[in-house]
């Protein structure tokens, strides 16, 4: 079974505090993503990366930066917390799309409900 | 704008009986369809997915069916269970695209 592993469940931070959200996946997936989901507005992509080092911007980049120096690992950053980044933090992985062959569904982590205070 | 859309909001369900979510998409180039069950605190669960080289796909108590010509899929399932009780997201990929294309979603109830 694919496990994805977000290192907190709840984390609370204060306004213009440096925030790391880490995520790791083990089974070796090329595609990592980071959404948040928001009531009512579902879920919606901030950044995803394809390969170590490579990363592109989802919908809502803004105030959020992402590192990938290893396949498994996935950071999301928020350069300078500020309330309205109060949301639960859902952390995917997929496999790369082989023509032919059966699609890869994205798996999820259990998610970080992040408080900015 | 949003390109995949599940207009009911909420659904209740007694137990023992069919639940039928619905998703409507606008994209024609949308060849590949998922839909993930979210419990509260959870993240989202893979549940059923459906190439558009297919109507429909079965697996277990959960089948999916593709109108590509109405660009609109259901969820059913059969029979409901009071644990099948959650959010039900349906999602939409066009091509080699990795983005999840997202509706936002449909909670279900099933009453006991």
């Known amino acids: 079974d694919v496990k994805v592993t977000q290192s907190s469940r709840y984390l609370v931070k204060r306004t213009g505090e440096k925030v790391f959200l880490e995520c790791v996946q083990d089974?070796?997936?090329?595609?990592m993503f980071w959404y948040r989901q928001d009531p009512g507005l579902g879920l919606r992509l901030i950044y995803f990366s394809y390969d170590v080092k490579m990363k592109e911007k989802g919908d809502i980049p803004e105030g959020y930066s992402v590192s990938r120096e290893k396949k498994e690992r996935f950071s999301l950053i928020l350069e300078s917390a500020s309330t309205n980044q109060t949301s639960m933090y859902l952390c995917a992985s997929s496999s790369t799309l082989i023509r032919g062959v059966e699609d890869q569904p994205q798996h999820f982590g259990d998610g970080t409900r992040l408080s900015i205070l | 704008d949003q390109q995949v859309k599940q207009n009911s909001p909420s659904l209740s369900v007694q137990e023992g009986r069919i639940s039928i979510l619905n998703c409507d998409y606008t994209?024609?180039?949308?060849?590949?369809f998922l839909w993930y069950k979210k419990y509260p605190a959870e993240g989202p669960t893979f549940l059923i997915s459906i190439s558009s080289i297919k109507d429909k796909n079965e697996d277990g108590r959960f089948t999916v069916f593709l109108n590509k010509s109405a660009k609109h899929l259901s969820l059913h399932i059969v029979p409901s269970q009071p644990g099948d009780s959650a959010v039900y997201f349906c999602a939409a990929r066009a091509g080699n695209n990795r983005k999840l294309i997202w509706g936002l979603g449909t909670s279900l109830a099933v009453n006991p």
């Open positions: 994209n024609s180039m949308f060849d590949y």
């Open positions: 089974m070796d997936h090329e595609n």
